[in-house]
Structure formats: C-alpha cells, structure tokens
C-alpha cells in the first residue's frame, strides 16, 4: 500500500465522465472513492466530444438510461453551482430514403411506451424547423424537442469538484500498470511509480485504455477503439437550435451551440481502428463539405479548431456495463460515442451494481456476456 495512504473503499481507473460520475455517486453514498487517471480528467473521450444529448435510441435499455440522464443534467447548475450550459435544442435525425424513414418510424413505438416526445416529420415540417436546411433528396424524419447538449468541460469539472467536497480524491498522471487479484477477488491495483492502493471494489472506467485495463485481471472484453475527429467554428447568428444528424453514408452531425459556434463531425467510412488523437486535413474539407451541403449558409463560417479522438466500441452498439468474474472488479466500458450522454445515468446505477449487487432493470443490453445480436439502431 502507498505509504500514508489509508484503504479506499473503491478505486475507479478513468477521470473522463463514465469514472467520475460513478465516482461521485459512490461517494455521495458514503464511499471513499479513489480516481486514479494517467493524464488529466478529460484527457481522453470526455474531452474530445461534442457535447449532444439525446433519449432517441432503439432498445428501451439506452431509452430509459438517457431519461435519467436528462433527469440529472437538468439539476446541474443547482447541484454544482454553476451552469453546464445545458440546452434543449432538439435532436433532428434526417431520412434521405424510404428505407431509413421506415426504419425511424419502427422505432417510434418503443419510444413513444416510453414516454419520449419523438415526433415524424415531412419535410414541410422539418423546414419549418430548420429553414436554411436544405432538403434536396430529403423523404423526412424524426424531432424530439427534448434532447440537446451541454458543456462537457463544465460538467466535468462540476464532477470533480463534487467528489473533492465529499472527501474522495481524483489522482491526475497516475497510470495503472496491474490489477491485484487475490484468489478470484480485486485487492487493489499498482501504479506506475510503484505505488500499491487497496480497496474492495475496482470499476475499469478507463475509455480507449480500458480493453488493456481489463487484461491486466485477465478479463477479455469484445471493445475495439476507432478514430473519429470533430471540429468547431467561429460564433455565428443563430441559424438552428437542433442537433442535425445524417445518416447517410456521407454524413455527418452536427449543432449549433448557444454561443453560436457550430461543432460537429462524422463517423469515417471505413473506420480506423486503434487509438489516435490526430486531426487531419483529409476530415476538415470534407467535413465543411458536408456541413455546407446541409446548410448553405454555414459557406461563411470560419473554423477555428479542429481534433481527433476516439469512440469504444462494441459488436452491437450498446455499452457493456457490469461485474466480472472476478470478483469486486467491474467494467463500464464501450460506450460508443455516447459516454457524454450515458455519462450521469451510468454513474448513479454503477454505483447500485457495486454496492447493491442489484440491477436497476432489465441490465440485459448491457452485459458483459450477452450475445451481441441486439444491435443499436440509432447509433
């Protein structure tokens, strides 16, 4: 054990929003939590996000984790004392065919039993509500005015400074190098600087990192990581409230802030598997123009940033979220470029697998040794 350092009750390995909103619920149940990340809490996914928010999925496990969700990003500001900048500007999903449409329409019915505002819309409607969309090609498409986004950053550190106060602490430049097991059952984990810290439970919350993380107490996990870059503009005229997402295979999604910049990006056709933090040229042009294909007034927009980062990855989509075989040790991994979003629910019902042993309803989508057969629709 680290010299000084009393016994934790939990250590969580990842400081990006699925280990630190765990690690402020346990600690607001009476945990003593430590964090422990290799660089900086948002170092990784968290970090590099764009922020959007959104209830519309496929399978009512996803439905009723973001319902909770929304439930506490709109007490963020109160809870934290200052604002996340959370905004309802709606999430717009565009069907630029028959098949697509249909697809959204299946969906509706789930969605709707669940109580969402989702609503299919022609394109009279769509234009209504963005009118320098431009609808070439466009058959319809879904709107819930309830979904929206907030600052990442903000919320992040809203998280930190929670867990502070509560008397946990967050280790930043403090990589993991093993898991200690002992007899089937995670005593603790070492550090890279030789350090050893006990606790009875371990939660791998550890994002690109976390298959590698998993290793270490010889758990396998079907997760991949692949590359996704985003980028963010100027501040403009307020042009559109919702998230706009294409599906086409030359896509791409996108939002305008509430300061007026506009922040989006695409998922790369074919992926590029691994972990990468890279910007490239290649993805800015062709990112603007998609954007510019979608909204022709956007030609005028300056981008100012641009950055790669990294979506986890599962075979259908959904996270894995879960205790292991071995004992005491949990996973909250593969989120698939929706930890931001799943972020605040994950954390509050993590915090009952490890402490009650109990799930807060049908877990099945998102266990570890489920068949992955059910996939996602709405990825």
């Not at 969402?116 to 090609?137: F, H, Q, T, Y």
């Not at 298959?211 to 503009?233: C, D, G, N, Q, S």
């Not at 939002?255 to 922040?263: E, F, K, S, T, Y």
């Not at 593969?334 to 629910?345: K, L, R, S």
């Amino acid at each position: 054990m680290a010299s000084g350092v009393k016994p934790f009750d939990t250590i969580v390995i990842g400081a990006g929003i699925i280990g630190l909103a765990a690690a402020c619920h346990l600690t607001r149940r009476g945990q003593r939590v430590l964090v422990l990340e290799k660089d900086f809490p948002g170092a990784g996914s968290s970090g590099r996000c764009i922020g959007g928010i959104r209830q519309q999925f496929s399978t009512e496990g996803s439905i009723r984790l973001m319902q909770e969700s929304v439930r506490q990003f709109e007490r963020m500001e109160e809870e934290f004392g200052f604002s996340v900048e959370y905004h309802t500007g709606g999430y717009l999903f565009l069907a630029h065919d028959r098949q697509r449409l249909e697809a959204f329409r299946s969906i509706m019915p789930l969605q709707k039993k669940l109580g969402l505002d989702v609503r299919l819309l022609s394109v009279d409607d769509i234009l209504a509500i963005v009118p320098p969309l431009n609808a070439e090609g466009l058959f319809g498409g879904v709107y819930s005015p309830a979904d929206g986004q907030a600052y990442p950053f903000k919320v992040l550190d809203g998280y930190c400074g929670e867990i502070r106060r509560q008397g946990s602490e967050i280790k930043m430049f403090t990589p993991v190098t093993a898991i200690v097991v002992e007899r089937g059952k995670a005593r603790g984990v070492r550090t890279a600087a030789g350090d050893t810290y006990e606790a009875e439970a371990v939660l791998n919350a550890a994002g690109p990192w976390a298959k590698e993380v998993a290793a270490m107490a010889e758990v396998e996990i079907p997760f991949y990581a692949e590359e996704h870059e985003a980028l963010i503009t100027t501040r403009l005229n307020r042009l559109f409230e919702p998230m706009i997402v294409d599906y086409r295979v030359d896509g791409c999604y996108f939002q305008q802030r509430a300061n007026g910049q506009v922040i989006g990006c695409y998922t790369p056709n074919p992926n590029k598997p691994g972990i990468h933090t890279d910007a490239s040229m290649e993805f800015l042009l062709e990112m603007s123009r998609r954007t510019v294909r979608l909204i022709p007034a956007l030609a005028q927009a300056r981008v100012i940033r641009h950055w790669g980062g990294c979506y986890e990855m599962t075979p259908d989509g959904s996270p894995i979220v879960d205790a292991t075989a071995i004992k005491g040790f949990y996973v909250a991994i593969g989120m698939c470029g929706h930890g931001f979003m799943f972020g605040p629910a994950m954390g509050k019902f993590i915090a009952q697998i490890m402490l009650e042993g109990t799930y807060p309803y049908d877990w099945s989508e998102f266990k570890i040794g489920r068949d992955f057969s059910r996939l996602e629709l709405m990825k």
